[in-house]
């Protein structure tokens, strides 16, 4: 710390007048290479100018860490998420603050207050409770925000990380379609999510593409969890003329849909055939084995670390929206239909 006109000048004020985060100043300040050349020359600067005198940092105990916040951490989802973050923190030598605001204003500020205790390179969130107070707080802290899945956020705001999801939910009802099936009930996600909506997107354009007209009575609103996809397959399963195959918009749902046809003494695939969407580790071992649209979660975890840290270190983003390719994999849950 160093004064200017009788001032303590600070890491945070030098990283106020850069327009960078207070790690990023530490990392100047300590030596670390993981720092734009630009931005190095720009800290370095405003030190010299204001005087700051540095501490030295043998005694330095303080950790870098990514917060990573949820809205909930009651799915394998968030598992997989965790994983890829956790495996480009561990190879960069940063720990990882895992975090679930389950939904509510309070949390996120007692998130927001504990996170200012803590030497934050950045933030990764897998929530859609980034409101405008809380973003701008964010920026007044100068620390690199990354969402991943986003509800709807301008990614002019925030880099964010997501998944081909119509492209995946296209190629998903396209199988079903190719083995004979004309008749596809389709469970979708939280409608506020973009996610969500890309699914049920896609799902309608391949419907549209094979010249199947679009029957409402088959579409049924889902949350992504095991009861919705069993609530929605046995209504569907209890229509007049039900569905032969389910296309389900997350694999837990697809996994309530399986208990759905087994209460009403049904199989799958012989008499319906099911789709999920994730490619959890748990669905290679339900029996059948459920055919399912890859999302790539530990590689949009491990790319938001990067993008973060990348961020912290100064750097730009070459694209504020980066989507990563799906991928269908087809298993035994899904078979022609019975003529």
Sequence with gaps: MGTENGRNVTIAMIARLAGVSVPTVSRVINGRSDVAPDTRERVEALLNRHGYRRRSPARRTDAALIDLVFNDLDSPWAVEIIRGVEDVGQTSGVGTVVSAIHWRISSAKQWLDNMRTRSTEGIIFVTSMVNPPLQAELRRLHL????????????????????????????????????????????????????????????????????????????????????????????????????????????????????????????????????????????????????????????????????????????????????????????????????
């Design 144 to 339: 690199p925000v990354v969402i991943i899945d986003p509800a709807g956020v301008d990614p002019q705001e925030s880099p964010t990380i997501g998944a081909t999801n119509w492209a995946g939910s296209l190629s998903a009802n396209q199988y079903l379609i190719s083995l004979g099936h004309r008749r596809i009930g389709f469970i979708a996600g939280p409608p506020h999510l973009m996610c969500s909506r890309a699914r049920m997107d896609g799902y309608r354009a391949a419907l549209g593409a094979a010249g199947i007209p679009i029957d409402d009575a088959l579409i049924r609103p889902g949350n992504f969890y095991h009861e919705a996809g069993f609530t929605a397959g046995t209504q569907l399963l209890a229509l007049p003329d039900p569905p032969t195959a389910i296309c389900a918009s997350s694999d837990q749902m697809a996994l309530g849909v399986y208990e759905a046809v087994r209460k009403r003494g049904l199989r799958v695939p012989d008499d319906v055939s099911v789709v999920g969407f994730d490619d959890l580790p748990e669905v290679r071992w339900c029996s059948p084995p459920l055919t399912t649209v890859r999302q790539p979660l530990a590689e949009m975890g491990m790319l938001a670390a990067r993008t973060v840290l990348r961020l912290a270190g100064g750097e730009r983003t070459e694209s504020p929206r980066v989507e990563l390719a799906t991928e269908l994999i087809v298993r035994d849950s899904a078979a022609p239909p019975r003529s």
